[in-house]
């Protein structure tokens, strides 16, 4: 679902963990800061920022108070009839929460970690200024570092909170954010009654933020199941319970704000957004709906301050399901790999390939060597359904591919020259070709030619001078060796491909899907697509091996 960024650019999307840390690919934000707790038991923390909190609220209630007396003075029949609508709960909300936040609470728990923070080695100190000798300030300095040089320590910790639940009692697994226990030397988890487990990393995965522990004790857990997310409707009530500014076992209600949103965390991203209150601190909590089931983990918070303000994203239980799975049988993932680079199909582009609607995922290049690559599948094919799966939009290919079991052949249906067709994909392993460098593979660089080819006259077309490619736009634009197509030399400021961030050292591999080689054949296409009457042309257009399409509009 698209977001407007730009209504509010200082605005800042942040982990909820008191950690430290950033969305990734969010520019200009600002994140939410993790806070220390230091020599003081985590339910204790923020007492003093909560007590004006309950001053204020206590004003506006007693002001609140004052309205209801004077419209009580004016009119007692409408102020009761006020009183009892307030009083009355909208249809199919809960009259409390009470009994269902009683039984959740003993599963969540507070979770501590502790990281060795560097410090300077004993022995070694600062280097003394140079003064004459017989100053003063030469034996005052002497003595200040010898002192400092005393109260240094090896090694000092930095401790931070975050939250978690559990989903197995009898073996002790529990479920949190990556970024709660990341890079932790130590890791504890507080149970409701303050009893304290250290806990094991069993696995962790940073592209879905979730990481899965496990801890040891005779003392009885209660767990809670995973639920069906994708039955989760906008409206939905919603329990967030958590660990908010180190306060524990803070429980908060809201509803399902939106579905599917895309913050640019990470390749999967599906959030759930909700107004249930989120804070730093309750990264990696659980949200509940109302039969007491897990569909979300409470992840991240849209906010210029870092506190709430009514915007928490949650990662939803039915992506979270498989990752807490995987890791609990190999203690990493173990994604389905297709092998292509993708976009997004705009109605311009969808235009251009003539289909009838712009869904679908259009791949921009395929890895040699790949499942892709080996089933058949092109660059400029748009795959519009995925192991009989449908995909609506391109961001829902990677999670459809990635939910699919390794070695496993399915069915992939494209758009290619106009028409639908079906080919057979076995799917790969992303981790293995990680590992193996494939996602970043490329053509090898080759040897640059050394003989100089003649001078070339710019050709104008859409707004754009082209020229075929010359070993000195090689090295002027960085092209690749082995690159074959027409290079772009200039783009008009007023012109459509300006607005589509076409710019010079671009080039165009081919047009209307058919390879170019001269700047006289992007000319031609161009032509013959006006003469079909088309309202767009489709380029697909290299920038420094980033392979890409882009449709201009020819009106």
Do not use: C
């Not at 407007?4 to 200082?10: I, T």
């Not at 990341?182 to 995965?205: C, M």
């Not at 990493?332 to 199909?345: E, H, N, P, S």
């Not at 690559?373 to 192991?387: L, N, P, R």
Request: glycine letters at 10%; a neutral charge; aromatic letters at 4%.
């Amino acid at each position: 679902m698209a977001q407007n960024r730009a209504a509010a650019p200082a605005h800042g999307i942040g982990r909820t963990s008191g950690r430290e840390s950033t969305l990734i690919r969010i520019p200009n934000f600002e994140p939410a800061t993790r806070g220390a707790v230091a020599k003081a038991r985590p339910r204790k923390a923020g007492v003093r920022p909560l007590v004006a909190a309950i001053v204020w609220g206590m004003t506006s209630v007693m002001a609140g108070g004052a309205v209801i007396g004077a419209l009580a003075g004016a009119a007692p029949a409408q102020a009761q009839a006020a009183q009892a609508q307030a009083a009355t709960p909208p249809r199919n909300a809960p009259g409390s929460f009470a009994d269902l936040a009683e039984k959740l609470l003993p599963a969540v728990v507070n979770i501590s970690t502790s990281q060795n923070a560097p410090q300077r080695p004993q022995g070694q100190r600062p280097e003394i200024p140079q003064f004459p000798p017989g100053s003063p300030f030469e034996d005052f300095f002497k003595d200040f570092f010898d002192r400092q040089q005393q109260q240094d320590q090896p090694q000092r910790k930095a401790t931070s909170l975050g939250s978690g639940f559990v989903i197995d009692a009898k073996n002790g697994y529990v479920v949190t954010n990556n970024h709660v226990v990341q890079d932790a030397d130590e890791i504890t988890v507080i149970l409701q009654d303050d009893t304290n487990i250290k806990a094991e990393l069993v696995g962790k995965d940073s592209k879905t933020d979730l990481a899965l522990l496990k801890i040891k004790t005779s003392h009885p857990l209660v767990a809670v199941p995973f639920g069906d997310s994708d039955a989760m409707r906008v409206g939905d009530w919603v329990l967030a319970i958590g660990n908010p500014f180190g306060l524990g076992g803070s429980v908060t209600a809201g509803i399902i704000s939106a579905r599917q949103r895309n913050i640019d965390a990470g390749p999967y991203d599906d959030f759930l957004q909700t107004d249930a209150s989120i804070n730093r601190g309750n990264s990696g909590g659980p949200m509940f709906n109302l039969n007491g089931e897990v569909i979300g983990i409470n992840t991240a918070i849209f906010s210029p301050s870092g506190g709430s303000v009514g915007i928490g994203f949650a990662i939803p239980s039915n992506l979270a399901k498989q990752v807490v799975a995987q890791l609990k049988e190999y203690g990493k993932t173990r994604r389905g790999w297709l092998g292509v680079r993708i976009q997004a199909v705009t109605p311009e582009i969808a235009e251009s390939l003539g289909l009838p609607n712009h869904k679908g995922a259009l791949v921009a290049s395929v890895t040699p060597e790949g499942p892709a690559a080996k089933g058949g599948i092109q660059a400029g094919d748009v795959v519009t359904k995925f192991d009989g799966k449908e995909i609506d939009e391109m961001r829902r290919l990677p999670r459809v591919v990635a939910e699919t079991s390794i070695d496993k052949a399915v069915p992939v249906e494209v758009w290619r020259k106009g028409k639908s067709q079906t080919v057979q994909v076995k799917v790969g392993e992303l981790e293995a070709a990680e590992e193996q460098g494939l996602l970043a593979a490329g053509p090898e660089d080759k040897q640059q030619p050394k003989e100089k080819a003649p001078a070339q006259k710019p050709t104008e077309s859409l707004g754009m001078k082209l020229t075929a490619i010359t070993p000195e736009l090689r090295q002027q634009y960085e092209i690749k060796p082995d690159m074959k197509g027409v290079v772009i030399t200039d783009v008009a400021g007023n012109s459509t491909a300006a607005e589509k961030g076409l710019r010079a050292g671009d080039v165009i591999i081919e047009v209307g899907q058919e390879e170019v080689r001269k700047p006289e054949d992007v000319t031609a296409k161009v032509q013959k697509a006006k003469e079909q009457n088309k309202k767009s042309v489709l380029l697909l257009v290299d920038r420094k091996g980033d392979l890409r399409f882009v449709a201009i509009p020819l009106s």
